[in-house]
């Protein structure tokens, strides 16, 4: 997968933009708060449909504009593709968002899996250490790309437990009978069990692959083992897939009077986690050094290249957004050794010697929302 031209025009801090890019390494070097980002960020939009750095559209259009636009032309399986995205501001200062995909428009989860990125910034670093939300938001895109059908799952399924939470409140606050709540638990059970399946299995190779990764940043001196864990099973404890609607209704009836006393849904996969352990079991999240937690984020990160190239035939764009003075010397090394040659891959920098001093992969230097080669 390659991305071939991007056009920006009242987007962030750019007014009109236009750039051709290389098909290896894009390097993109300068001070904080050029632009060097909005780049990036541009190209993850065009994957995902939405910002990594905001959730409101209307923060994309330029200050003092009513219009901004985005327009990506990509190579997939090397057929060409055209993407572009139109934000407007209204009276109501919301944004409204147009997608067109050669040509026809489409929604957002119709978008899911026609560009596919892999998103390494700083924050990811803390992925191990950080809040169980963003380990699962993590496996929940790399699943979406490979598999767009699971993203229209996923959507069901939070707009099932959204419904389902709002008549917790009700319940609670004595004005529905707690009855109302078989038909959403049934159609909460069929959703959670297909999207759990999905994870399992998911979560099952990339684990190989992270592994693989990780043995060979360390020298083969660690092994790594990333598990998926269901809310309300103890340690160690499994449930087969074909029990899983058995497993949930149990635990949704279990749960019902602390559900409705919260008044939100305390089983299912909105609550699961990701856990990550090196050698003999050390959990990595209380026990790890930095330093190790560093390198499973980094090993997990290559992982997830091999795992969508597997699912889809190729390898998706890497976007390096400020990682490299995140890592050290001999992480970057490793890095920059994988990528090299075979995957298309966007970086922001604020210092060239973060890279090899034999010039590799094509320089753009960024100053006030100015690109110049």
């Keep these: 997968m390659r991305i071939n031209h991007l056009t920006l025009h009242n987007f962030r801090n750019y007014a009109d933009l236009s750039l051709a890019f290389s098909h ?9 708060a050029q632009g060097k980002t909005n780049i990036l960020e541009a190209i993850y939009i065009g994957a995902m449909g939405r910002s990594y750095r905001t959730y409101s559209d209307q923060e994309l259009i330029r200050w003092k504009h009513s219009l901004g636009r985005i327009q990506l032309n990509f190579s997939r399986l090397d057929v060409q593709n055209d993407l572009a995205f139109r934000f407007s501001q209204g ?14 428009t489409i929604k957002v989860k119709e978008l899911i899996g026609a560009l596919n990125v892999v998103l390494f910034a700083p924050e990811d670093l803390t992925l191990i250490k950080g809040q169980p939300v963003a380990r699962r938001q993590f496996i929940d895109v790399e699943i979406s790309q490979a598999s767009p059908s699971y993203y229209s799952q996923l959507l069901t399924y939070n707009r099932i437990v959204t419904q389902r939470n709002h008549l917790l409140k009700k319940i609670r606050d004595n004005r529905l009978n707690a009855a109302m709540l078989e038909p959403w ?62 497993w949930y209704r149990e635990q949704l009836l279990k749960l019902r009077q602390q559900d409705i006393y919260r008044g939100s849904t305390g089983v299912g996969p909105h609550r699961d986690d990701l856990v990550f ?23 997990l990160k290559l992982a997830e290249l091999e795992f969508i190239k597997s699912e889809t035939g190729e390898y998706p764009v890497l976007l390096l957004d400020d990682v490299m003075s995140e890592l050290d010397a001999e992480r970057r090394e490793q890095l920059l050794f994988f990528i090299k040659d075979k995957i298309q891959t966007f970086v922001t920098a604020t210092d060239q010697n973060y890279f090899p001093e034999k010039k590799m992969g094509h320089y753009y230097y960024v100053q006030n929302g100015k690109i110049m080669e």
């Design 91 to 104: 009276e109501t200062k919301k944004s409204n968002k147009e997608i067109t995909y050669n040509g026809y």
């Design 185 to 246: 638990d049934e159609q909460l059970i069929k959703a959670a069990a297909g999207i759990t399946v999905k994870r399992k299995e998911a979560i099952k190779k990339l684990a190989m692959l992270a592994n693989l990764m990780h043995r060979r940043i360390t020298a083969s001196k660690e092994n790594l083992s990333v598990a998926y864990f269901m809310a309300g099973l103890a340690e160690n404890e499994q449930v087969a897939d074909k029990d899983l609607p058995a």
């Design 277 to 299: 352990t090196v050698n003999e079991g050390i959990q990595l999240k209380s026990f790890g050094s930095q330093g190790q937690q560093r390198t499973a984020v980094l090993a």
């Design 24 to 32: 290896n390494i894009n390097i993109f070097l300068g001070n904080n």
